[in-house]
């Protein structure tokens, strides 16, 4: 990201073709392309990375979408869907050559049924926008990412997004039951049922999560839950980080399943309490916020036993919610995290990964020695109930150097989860920024898979290409760059190299022949079709070497 | 497609001799050619016709049946994993004949995390056989299909149980899986997290797959902490109806229930029979509800009052484990006790799933066409899911009854699907739901055959299920 790939100049006459086949059926406010209009949607949260769009497209209904699609796959011209752009991985990231298709005008509620508590919904709705309207029936929707304000439901189901309280009720995947999906064909797909299972194939499972790549979502069925009676959170504080990190096991260990279970280490509740005056000890190492829902009796069952835990593991003081404002309060400082990282330092880099629960004292550790190393400061944010990370590394762009600095620090925790059996994203997404860690992640067969699934939507690539997948020839330069650096191998898959952004540059040039490497296999080449042969160097990625979390 | 047409003489070429050398030089007397093997490995617990395969295999790691399968893709002869044979919709009809990979031997459970609320296993453990190993844990893993499944099976099938209401089904607990490819490669999906945002849900596009896409041969689960508290009840009601709309009432309130099954008259007698029991035969509910003392005394009060409301009678508590047990193990039974209503017969089993918004409905019609049947229909099911079956027992020496059968069945299977709902609640596709798939998926059935050519393009993988790809 030091020096992110050189903006793509825009084919100018493919433009104007383009655009003229666009505004066949779309009003001229909808299509744009002048510098100054495409320029706002040059990036997504993950800020560092940015190229402007050749086209942006701006539909109203769903059939304008699937003209779009049309349009672009009979002019091979490859599109990125975009919601809200509050992603953290650059998944909607524009293409120099592409068509960036907004779903921001997708805002309608279409449907809420009570009797069957579900919420047909647009993808361009808010997150919260849906919990709001379905308010005065008892309902909410409970997946609630910390962005919840801002990012949209297609958002949401393309990253597969958690949020506080998915420890309890799932993530998007779990709470939603149908879909509607243009394909880049045009066409569209209705996958998953009203009723509790669809036979046949998941689809419903492999759209949610996808970030873009196999289709686009024109609708979405969300699950509502009745909102709970009750809940109480208990606020705990320990002077020690791996205290801490045992009270987080000891308490999922009772078979309390907590609505919430988050942590925050020193330097967040520092950060945060600058900000928003949630009440936390800014003199401790670490605060726990545990939230239990329900009726009043197993609500107060629960806390009890909670509190009894956290005591029993070494808080140095627990608190109560006494009522529903303490209670929020208590939340508003977790949810206010990465804004008051904002705050207190000019820039900040969020990561994301997945850690055994039980490690988490050592990693926190671990992460702090890194910090001097970097000489950079690192605040820590925790979805602890499930094991997810999120450093957030404090750093300012204008400072030479720093960048580089602060990504080297992301890449090392990130080898940090997957050494201690974790994983290399929690709920952020891959995008463009972790495509080189996935070569790491998965072996050539299980890329291979990958690649099967991506030819069943969308043979010839274009939907949203270079992002979340990467290419086996991807994989096979970057782990031999490495291999050629002659470095240890685990360590060095995660230096950040100039060269690796070269690679990432030529990336969206390369299209059709990007699969084109020698070998063979079976997988993945469907007879009859036109298909590119997913080969690979035997022996060049080394598998070997990946951490999975598989123990026997 | 008929039961009739799945009679049909299928072209099917002998194995290559040579093959069966290779394999044999592996397996030793761990491959089996004799009649009365592959007989057994060509049925389920349906009425479909026994369709063996050539020769079934007893692996017993993940290796060989990778080995096996690079040699069956080599020669291009069908692989059809087995677990214990007891799905009930054809899965396991050898109908292009090959090689049968039965997993049963792969049966250790390889790691159980307390702390971590997980366990691993190999695909051929089955669901008792983890819970027995789990005993003494404070851990147990929820989904129970009537039979005594295996863990590979249950994950290729999708399948749930009594208890999916609150636990899921195993979509919902399975977090990983090792996969063994058309090709004979390996792959590892999902994980010990709980949560990995990186690339495309693998797990959940081969758990529901029925053996099409590839062979699982190890499963990572989600365990659950044993419930502080545990009860039982049952209670019976005037009218199917009366039960459902229980149901649904205590649903729509949110009360976490942690079992809900419905059976009606004529399943009550059946199970009165079958597991000597004494309930009142009459429709009835067995419920369930887990938590803490004082949650699960609140669930049953409130399911009390809501039953009582609608006529609900004879409100029965077993608090008991062994009661417990008897009962469940009565509704476990309810298929084969279903099946005993007429001596001699099949069983032909419908299972659909609706928006519990519409089951009342549905399951009033669906009791409308029963009382017109010419022989004695059961319908129970996991009401509190949408799910229920129906059992019809056919006379395999009058084709009437098949027809009948077949008709009812369609009935059904598409009034659920004009409410909203699905042609298999929970026993997969096979061969019997091949064509309800069509009418229920339209353009997403071309989407899953492009995923099946593009993982398995030579069709191998127990063909001719869930998805007709060419000429299968
Ligand atoms: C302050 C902050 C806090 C956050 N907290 C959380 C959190 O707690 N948990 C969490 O999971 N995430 C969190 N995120 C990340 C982000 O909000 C989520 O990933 C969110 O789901 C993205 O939604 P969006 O509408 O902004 O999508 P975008 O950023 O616009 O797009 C994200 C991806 O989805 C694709 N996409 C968007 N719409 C569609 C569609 N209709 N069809 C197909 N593909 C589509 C895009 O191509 C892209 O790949 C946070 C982000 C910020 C900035
Ligand atoms: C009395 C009775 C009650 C039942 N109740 C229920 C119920 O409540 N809920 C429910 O869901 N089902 C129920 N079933 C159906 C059946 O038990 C389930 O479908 C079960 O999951 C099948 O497991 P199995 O080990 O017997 O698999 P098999 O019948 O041997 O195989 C089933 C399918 O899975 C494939 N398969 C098996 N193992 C593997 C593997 N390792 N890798 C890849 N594919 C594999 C096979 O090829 C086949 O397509 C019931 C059946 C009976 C007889």
New interface residues.
């Given amino acids: 990201m030091t020096a992110p790939a050189e903006q793509i100049a825009v084919d100018l006459e493919r433009q104007r073709e383009v655009v003229s086949a666009l505004r066949t059926f779309l009003p001229e406010s909808a299509v744009l392309f002048a510098q100054e209009d495409v320029k706002p949607y040059e990036c997504d949260g993950l800020t560092a990375y940015r190229q402007v769009p050749m086209v942006v497209a701006l539909p109203e209904t769903e059939e304008q979408v699937c003209r779009i699609l049309k349009e672009c796959h009979a002019r091979k011209v490859p599109v990125v869907a975009r919601g809200a752009g509050t992603g953290l991985s650059g998944g909607a990231l524009p293409l120099g050559n592409g068509v960036l298709l907004s779903l921001a005008k997708f805002m309608r509620i279409v449907q809420m049924d009570v009797r069957s508590r579900t919420a047909r919904v647009q993808p361009g709705v808010r997150n919260l926008a849906i919990s709001d309207a379905a308010s005065p029936l008892g309902l909410y929707y409970a997946p609630d990412p910390s962005s919840q304000i801002a990012c949209s439901i297609g958002g949401n189901v393309a990253e597969n997004s958690g949020g506080i309280h998915c420890l309890k009720y799932g993530l998007t995947v779990h709470n939603i039951l149908k879909l509607r999906v243009a394909t880049i064909e045009g066409d569209i797909v209705e996958i998953g049922a009203d009723a509790l299972d669809a036979p046949g194939y998941d689809l419903l499972a492999l759209m949610t999560g996808s970030e873009g790549m196999l289709g686009v979502v024109t609708e979405v069925t969300v699950r509502l839950l009745p909102k709970p009676e009750y809940a109480q959170v208990v606020m705990a504080s320990f002077d020690d980080l791996a205290k801490a990190g045992e009270a987080v096991a000891s308490v999922i260990a009772t078979g309390i399943v907590p609505a919430g279970f988050e942590m925050m280490d020193q330097a967040a509740t520092r950060a945060v309490e600058g900000f928003v005056q949630a009440g936390y000890r800014t003199d401790v190492a670490a605060v726990l916020l545990c939230e239990s829902d329900g009726t009043r009796e197993e609500v107060a069952d629960d806390i009890r036993r909670i509190q009894e835990v956290m005591e029993k593991s070494g808080a140095v003081q627990t608190q109560v919610s006494r009522d529903e404002p303490e209670r929020l309060r208590f939340w508003a400082g977790r949810k206010a995290a990465f804004p008051a990282a904002g705050a207190i330092s000019p820039d900040y880099y969020c990561m994301d990964g997945t850690i055994p629960k039980k490690r988490l004292g050592e990693v926190l550790r671990r992460i702090t020695a890194m910090e001097e190393k970097y000489g950079l400061r690192c605040a820590n944010v925790f979805h602890a109930g499930d094991g997810n990370l999120h450093p957030l590394i404090l750093y300012d762009a204008n400072e030479p150097g720093a960048f580089a600095r602060t990504e080297a620090f992301g890449a090392e925790i990130l080898e940090l989860c997957l050494e201690v059996g974790g994983t290399i994203t929690g709920e952020h997404g891959v995008g463009v920024e972790k495509i080189n860690q996935m070569c790491a992640q998965f072996s050539s067969a299980e890329l291979a898979v990958f690649h099967a699934v991506k030819w069943a939507f969308d043979q010839e690539g274009l939907l949203n290409p270079g992002k979340a997948v990467p290419t086996l020839r991807r994989c096979v330069e970057y782990g031999r760059m490495h291999v050629h650096a002659g470095q240890e191998k685990f360590r060095s898959r995660f230096k950040v190299q100039g060269s690796r952004f070269k690679v990432q540059g030529s990336r969206f040039k390369v299209q059709g022949s990007r699969f084109k490497v020698q070998g063979s296999s079976n997988i993945g080449r469907p007879m009859n079709t036109k298909f590119p042969t997913l080969n690979f160097e035997p022996g060049t990625l080394n598998t070997e070497h990946r951490t999975r979390n598989i123990e026997h | 497609m008929t039961l009739s047409a799945i009679h049909r003489a299928r072209p099917r070429d002998p194995l290559p001799e040579a093959l069966l050398g290779e394999l044999r030089a592996r397996l030793g007397d761990r491959l089996a050619t004799s009649a009365a093997a592959r007989e057994q490995h060509g049925k389920d617990e349906s009425a479909h016709p026994i369709t063996p395969p050539d020769a079934v295999a007893f692996p017993t790691s993940t290796a060989e049946v990778a080995e096996i399968a690079r040699l069956c ?1 080599r020669d291009g002869v069908p692989m059809i994993a087995f677990g214990v044979g007891t799905s009930v919709e054809g899965h396991v009809l050898a109908i292009h004949g090959g090689v049968c990979l039965d997993l049963s031997r792969m049966n250790r459970v ?2 159980v ?5 997980d366990a ?1 296993v190999e695909a051929g453990v089955t669901r008792k056989q983890l819970n027995r190993h789990l005993h003494g844990s ?1 851990l147990f893993f929820p989904i129970d299909p009537g039979a005594d499944a295996t863990i590979g099976g249950m994950a290729a099938t ?1 399948a ?1 149980g009594t208890n ?1 209401v609150r636990y899921g ?1 195993m ?2 607990n399975v977090l ?1 899986l ?1 996969v063994v ?3 004979g ?5 999902g ?12 797990t ?2 081969f ?3 029925e053996g099409t ?1 590839g062979i699982i041969t ?1 499963i ?1 689960l989600r365990l ?5 508290a545990v009860s039982a009840a049952v209670c019976a009601f005037p009218t199917v109806d009366a039960a459902v709309r229980t149901v649904i009432q205590t649903i ?3 009360v ?1 229930i942690a079992r809900c099954e419905l059976l009606d008259t004529l399943t009550v007698q059946a199970v009165n029979r079958y597991s000597k029991l004494s309930l009142r035969e009459a429709p009835m509910l067995f419920m369930e509800f887990h ?2 003392p ?2 699960v005394e ?1 669930q049953a009060r409130t399911v009390q009052e809501l039953a009582k409301e609608l006529g609900g009678m004879d409100f029965e508590w077993a608090t008991q484990q062994e009661d417990r047990n008897r009962l469940w193990q009565a509704r476990h039974d309810a298929y084969l006790a279903c099946r005993q209503v007429r001596p001699g017969s099949r069983a032909f089993t419908t299972d659909v ?6 089951l009342a409905e549905c399951i009033a019609a669906t009791n409308e066409d029963i009382t017109r049947a010419s022989m004695p229909v059961a319908l129970f099911g996991h009401v509190g ?3 229920f079956h129906l059992v019809i027992p056919i006379d395999e020496t009058r084709p009437a009854d098949l027809e009948e059968a077949e008709a009812i069945n369609r009935r059904v299977v598409s009034r ?1 699907l004009e409410m ?7 026993h ?2 096979g061969i019997g ?1 091949l064509d ?2 069509d009418a ?6 071309s ?2 055959r ?6 398995d ?2 069709n191998l993988l127990n063909p001719g299920k ?2 007709r790809v060419r000429d299968s």
Avoid: F, W
Avoid at chain 2, 113 to 117: G, R, T, Y
Avoid at chain 2, 185 to 189: A, G, L, S
Avoid at chain 2, 440 to 445: T, Y
């Fill in positions: 893709a390889l790691a995390h307390v702390d971590d609320l691993r404070g999708r749930s999916a089904t979509r919902e990983g090792t490819l058309a090709d490669r390996v792959i590892h999906t994980g010990r997290a709980r949560k990995s945002s990186a690339g495309y849900d693998l959940r596009l758990v529901g797959s896409l190890e990572t659950h902490p044993q419930p502080e729509q309130l949110g976490p938590g803490t004082a949650g609140e799933c609706v928006p519990i918004s519409r899911d949408g799910n659920a909203g709902g699905t042609c298999t609640g929970e997969g596709v739901k309800y798939l229920e998926h339209g353009d997403a059935m989407v899953m492009s995923l099946k050519e593009a993982l393009p030579r869930v998805i």
